[in-house]
Nanobody, 121 residues
Framework: QVQLVESGGGSVQAGASLRLSCAAS????????MGWFRQAPGKEREFVAT????????RFADSVKGRFTISRDNAKKMVYLQMSSLQHEDTAVYYC??????????????WGQGTQVTVSS
């Protein structure tokens, strides 16, 4: 079983950049596809990005394509979400998630506690 801890959230102005980090422990990190999700106040949690076990495949929500990138370092057991050109609509709690079952949005079994990102316009 893997444990996940996010960091790097904060309050920024629109147009700024931010990098979120997720540290994994407790299991073989390279066994897991990794993903980022977010939940804005009053809204359901939504998919943001995912990366395959080796990092060779990445997918993004349409709302963040071209602005966000996802990467991982299996040696360090870390996954990152680089966010640029942030918009007010990106304000949410961001969650790191892990899946052994696949990269589909419903496949994630392990979740971090979340980190808050607030973008002021």
């Amino acid at each position: 079983q893997v444990q996940l801890v996010e960091s790097g959230g904060g309050s920024v102005q629109a147009g700024a950049s931010l990098r979120l980090s997720c540290a994994a422990s407790g299991s073989i990190f390279s066994d897991y596809h990794m993903g980022w999700f977010r939940q804005a106040p009053g809204k359901e949690r939504e998919f943001v990005a995912t990366i395959s076990r080796t990092g060779g495949v990445t997918r993004f929500a349409d709302s963040v394509k071209g602005r966000f990138t996802i990467s991982r370092d299996n040696a360090k057991k870390m996954v990152y979400l680089q966010m640029s050109s942030l918009q007010h609509e990106d304000t949410a709690v961001y969650y790191c998630a892990a899946s052994m079952r696949g990269m589909g949005t419903g496949a994630y079994d392990y979740w971090g506690q979340g980190t808050q990102v607030t973008v002021s316009s």
